[in-house]
């Protein structure tokens, strides 16, 4: 029962782990390193964004500040991406849906493409893709989907420690995957990593927002993170094999001194009894 109960646990956070980083370079060798993306928090949280403008799915230009009289959650992504950028936004929508919070009342969902080559009916294509259609359809209208100018990306960006690059190999951006949370006043509150947040996470992060206070990654997240490690032999992320071991290892021994503790105590419990 103890080994079913760990083997199904480890299981679980293989699949997990296996869904949130699963892309590999298609090309062979490379020298990226993706250390070079994370985002250290300790340098922005607490940073205002500066006021960039940007496009909606109509055209019409707007600015950050028409939409942050509320909690903001960004999702920066590129509109053309054939891997996770689908999968990010898809998940943020089964988080929401969940949140008792009312879309566009008490906070804001903005999506922008870092590809100044984006337009707004690739935005609008990319919106019609995703999941918001059947889990929240009251917000088709209300999660904008926007576009901007190289120097507005920029400003964001770099406001945001968020870094992308353009393999030319692969024809496509590697970049991180993130949910920035801003304040009413456009500050970062908070970043939650990874593909699937859990729904209180997401609650949280935006209630906090709301009274403008900061907080770090819970560690979930990083641990769910932690099963990959990059290997530049195959120019991707695969499977930390030791990670994972030492994870079910850990798991079974937790378990097992649970039974055991829980089993000596019932049996001094019946000793005492025929005593």
Not at 25 to 43: A, R, T, V, Y
Not at 188 to 201: A, K, N
Request: aromatic share 14%.
């Amino acid at each position: 029962m103890v080994f079913r109960i760990s083997f199904y646990l480890s299981l679980s956070l293989l699949i997990f782990s296996s869904a949130t980083y699963g892309f590999v370079s298609s090309q062979g060798k490379s020298k990226f390193d993706p250390s070079i993306l994370k985002i250290n928090e300790d340098d922005y949280l607490g940073n205002t964004v500066p006021d960039i403008e940007m496009t909606d799915i109509n055209g019409n230009p707007f600015r950050l500040s028409k939409y942050a009289d509320r909690p903001v959650v960004l999702s920066i992504i590129y509109y053309s991406c054939p891997h996770t950028c689908k999968i990010l936004n898809d998940g943020l929508a089964d988080a929401l849906k969940n949140t008792g919070l009312s879309l566009g009342d008490d906070f804001n969902v903005i999506t922008v493409s870092f590809d100044d080559k984006d337009r707004p009916e690739d935005a609008m294509k990319f919106r019609d893709k995703l999941k918001i259609r059947t889990v929240m359809p009251e917000g088709m209208d209300k999660w904008i989907f926007a576009t901007a100018a190289k120097d507005e990306i920029k400003r964001l960006t770099e406001a945001v420690g968020y870094r992308f690059f353009y393999t030319a190999e692969d024809k496509m951006f590697v970049h991180p995957n993130v949910y920035v949370f801003l304040s009413p006043e456009r500050k970062i509150t908070r970043y939650i990593f990874g593909l699937f947040p859990v729904t209180s996470d997401i609650r949280l992060s935006i209630l906090e927002s709301a009274q403008g206070k900061t907080g770090k990654t819970p560690l979930l997240n990083t641990a769910i993170l932690a099963c990959f490690k990059y290997d530049p032999s195959i120019g991707g992320y695969k499977l930390n094999i030791p990670f994972i071991f030492g994870m079910f290892g850990l798991t079974f021994g937790v378990m097992t001194g649970v039974v055991v503790f829980v089993y000596s105590r019932k049996m001094k419990k019946q000793k005492k009894m025929q005593l």
